[in-house]
């Protein structure tokens, strides 16, 4: 394998630039090394995790957007008399979900967020870490989850907003100018007038989280570990020469100190249904 494939070149919001199937095909094919590079993934989900309520016990909870099933097992932990549902895009994540778990009572679903093959008002409790940046339609997903929700149910969900990976897309844009490489996210303005419209009384923290990493291509091999590789119509449609790669490890800021950060600009949705009456 080429190690100077192009790694980085992703929609987040697919916007014309991907299909929901190199979505799902990207991460199947990222299932066996997706856990050994999740760092930022498990970290946001642990945070999602601590802020459901001690006192809060679902009967039913959807793991939307499982993946590996990380979280997922982590959730059949934590409430162990509930029904539990993993649902992904991915066929492949879903079967490295099931072969990693031992209960044999969790569901495991492949759907598509943006129509849950879901009855309105089954699902006391909706985790979904890092996924609805994945989505053309995020406010479709949001009213899905609204939709699915019992009155009185919880959703807790993670995503990234434009900024991230912002050193990333500085050493590309001085290395090959004018040519896309980094995923686009929706600005933050955009995801909270999102949230407030569809999802009345929902709570959005913000907060850039940093990483450090060995080197540039250290930071690329991770997302491609991750799966986060799409071919979007602005993609050059040629392997990215070594040549780009070597001018993009050199503009990287902070390299030269040995010092190479990568920021995500990291948002965690907090809603609960109201109640009837």
Known sequence: MNMFNDLTTASATDGGTGTKASIASGFGGASQTYDSASRLQ??????????????????????????????????TARFPEARVTGADLSPGMLAQAEAATDRADVNWL?????????????VDLVFSNLMVQW?????????ECQRVLRPGGLLVMSTLVDGTLRELKQAWAKADPGQPHVNRFVPAE???SLTRATLTGSELAL??????YDTPMALNRELKHLGAVFKGEERRRTVTAPGRFRA????????????????????????QKPTAG
């Open 42 to 75: 498990k970290a946001m989900g642990d945070t999602l995790l601590s802020r459901i309520p001690e006192s809060f016990r679902p009967e039913s909870v959807l793991d939307l957007g499982c993946g590996t099933g990380w979280f997922t097992r982590k959730l």
């Open 110 to 122: 492949n759907a598509d967020a943006e129509q849950l093959p879901l009855a309105d008002q089954s």
């Open 135 to 143: 989505s053309q339609q995020p406010e479709v997903v949001l009213a």
């Open 190 to 192: 955009h995801w909270r």
């Open 207 to 212: 907060s850039p989280i940093r990483l450090r």
């Open 248 to 271: 993009m490890c050199r503009a990287y800021p902070g390299v030269r100190s040995g010092q190479v950060f990568a920021t995500y600009e990291a948002g965690w949705l907090y809603w």
